[in-house]
């Protein structure tokens, strides 16, 4: 028999899986099958599903269950607006509150960030580093906002950073890597270094504007 797995960690593990293509997007998600991969009752799965419809990743059908969030192209271009205009501000308030505690915690996570892109660039495989990857990811946009002083900030750029990454990743898009990425996300990180308020706001929009709509 499995050991049973207490519902946050269930909670964590379905957003994981949501995050990095383990369903489709748009799957359905079948309550059944999800309490013998837990080995937890239906209620339990059925509460956990509700709370991640309730920040974006699930969708919740009356009369028809829950499923992964669909890919939508207007749903990816909101998100991505959403997400430029929260980080660029977040990182506006990192850097004139962070100090050298930020800017250390910054460097290691960049660090670590570059090191797994830099290994997937060379290797051409996303999927055995997919979930060390995405934490790193992750982490390190999490980091440019660690230091604002808005709350309210923090928290909706977690949940609108965590449905963005859905709508991206997947087996057709290469799980959302591009080679691109190394370079751009070093830009990032040697403004905010810097203090360049005007070229880390830049950076943050040409990082994330492939994905809005353009006529």
């Not at 271009?77 to 959403?82: A, I, P, R």
């Not at 570059?114 to 934490?135: Q, Y």
């Not at 691109?180 to 040409?206: F, M, P, Q, S, W």
Request: with cysteine; charged share 25%; net charge negative.
């Amino acid at each position: 028999m499995k050991p049973k797995i207490d519902t946050p960690e269930i909670y964590e593990d379905l957003r994981n899986k949501l995050m990095t293509a383990y369903f489709e997007q748009g799957q359905k998600l079948k309550p059944s099958e999800l309490t013998e991969l837990y080995s937890c009752s239906v209620n339990t799965i059925r509460e956990t599903l509700f709370r991640l419809s309730t920040v974006g990743l699930v969708t919740a059908e009356e009369q028809r269950g829950f499923r992964s969030t669909p890919v939508s192209r207007q749903r990816q271009h909101d998100l991505t607006n959403f997400r430029i205009t929260l980080e660029q501000q977040g990182v506006l308030q990192s850097m004139r509150n962070g100090g050298i505690e930020w800017e250390a915690r910054l460097t290691a996570s960049h660090h670590k960030l570059s090191h797994i892109e830099s290994r997937i660039s060379k290797t051409g495989d996303v999927v055995p580093v997919i979930t060390p990857w995405c934490a790193a990811e992750w982490e390190f946009h999490e980091t440019l906002v660690s230091a604002s002083d808005s709350p309210v900030l923090r928290e909706t750029f977690r949940s609108v950073y965590d449905q963005f990454r859905q709508q991206l990743v997947s087996p057709e898009h290469n799980y959302g890597f591009l080679e691109g990425n190394i370079v751009e996300h070093k830009r990032i990180v040697d403004a905010a270094l810097t203090g360049n308020v005007d070229e880390v706001c830049v950076a943050i929009y040409d990082h994330l504007r492939r994905n809005l709509i353009r006529d």
